[in-house]
């Protein structure tokens, strides 16, 4: 962290996602930090990163990161389980501020609200296949049985605008009906697209099973890492409007971006230059270490 704590206050935080998933971490940390600035960037034309090989995802993730910095942030959000899974060490060793994933802040959730110790997962193809859900929450809580299963087709169905209906409850079931739901009373939302499924998957695993997302966890633990640091952002008079970057075409993402968001217009700037500034030595990094 190389940010002094004085002139970081007024700095943005940044975050991004593959695509519109990370609006859900956006809306929570909106919530409770509301004189923060954020600046948040959706990768859209190289969606989704789960399908995508660990070292792909590292370098999306640095170059999504590397484009952040340059608005000077002074807190990285990583509101993607994917690359929280595979890239996190990484942009902990490329990033000069905080970055803060979206894994351990999830798990602390579902240890402590689960009754049974009964967890399951479900992400994209390749946070399932990181393990890096299995590996916090036998860190903190190895008493838990956990069981996960990826659910590719949930991303695609929310970047269509598609969060109900007959054709979502049946790829719902599809993944869903592989949980033994007598052995499991936690379910995490493993990928930030996921709670925009939220009622629809509530309707499907019934009332004994606690839906945990990462959005609501990571905000407050944010919130309590820039209170602690002296970082939070002063009380604003005028809410600063968050700034939006996306890599392909605008139109859609506004369109979906000010539906979830509550918002009449959501200001989008196309860009194609993440890789700019990313240095020959990050980029050409194969090596990543799993969390
Ligand atoms: N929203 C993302 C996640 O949390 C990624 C979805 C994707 O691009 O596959 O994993």
Redesign the pocket.
């Known amino acids: 962290m190389g940010i002094d704590s004085t002139s970081a206050a007024h700095r943005p935080i940044g975050l991004f996602?593959?695509?519109l998933?990370?609006l859900t971490v956006l809306r929570e940390l909106e919530r409770l930090m509301p004189d923060e600035r954020f600046v948040y960037l959706g990768d859209t034309a190289r969606?989704?990163?789960?399908?995508k090989g660990a070292a792909t995802i590292t370098r999306y993730a640095l170059e999504c990161a590397s484009f952040l910095l340059r608005h000077d942030i002074k807190a990285l959000v990583v509101a993607?389980?994917?690359?929280s899974s595979i890239a996190l060490s990484a942009l902990r060793e490329a990033m000069p501020c905080d970055v803060i994933g979206?894994i351990d802040p999830a798990v602390a959730r579902a240890v402590a609200v689960t009754a049974r110790g009964g967890i399951g997962v479900i992400?994209?193809d390749a946070?399932i296949a990181s393990g890096a859900y299995e590996r916090a929450i036998a860190a903190i809580a190895p008493r838990c049985t956990v069981v996960s299963h990826a659910c590719p087709l949930f991303?695609p169905v929310v970047e269509q605008g598609m969060f109900d209906g007959e054709i979502v409850d049946k790829i719902i079931e599809l993944y869903l009906s592989k949980f033994d739901f007598t052995q499991i009373d936690t379910l995490i939302l493993g990928?930030?697209?996921y709670p925009l499924l939220k009622s629809a998957i509530a309707r499907y695993v019934g009332t004994s099973v606690t839906l945990v997302d990462s959005a609501y966890p990571i905000a407050h633990e944010l919130g309590r890492i820039l209170e602690e640091s002296g970082r939070l952002a002063q009380r604003r008079v005028v809410r600063a409007p968050a700034s939006f970057f996306v890599t392909d075409e605008v139109s859609r993402f506004n369109r979906l971006a000010a539906l979830l968001l509550g918002k009449e217009s959501v200001t989008a700037v196309r860009t194609e230059e993440l890789a700019d500034d990313i240095t020959a030595e990050q980029s050409s990094s194969p090596d990543v270490t799993i969390q």
Do not use: E
């Not at 969606?47 to 399908?51: C, K, N």
């Not at 993607?80 to 690359?83: E, I, L, S, Y």
């Open positions: 996602d593959s695509g998933g990370g969606l989704p990163y789960g399908t993607c389980n994917t690359a979206t992400g994209t946070t991303v990928c930030t697209h």
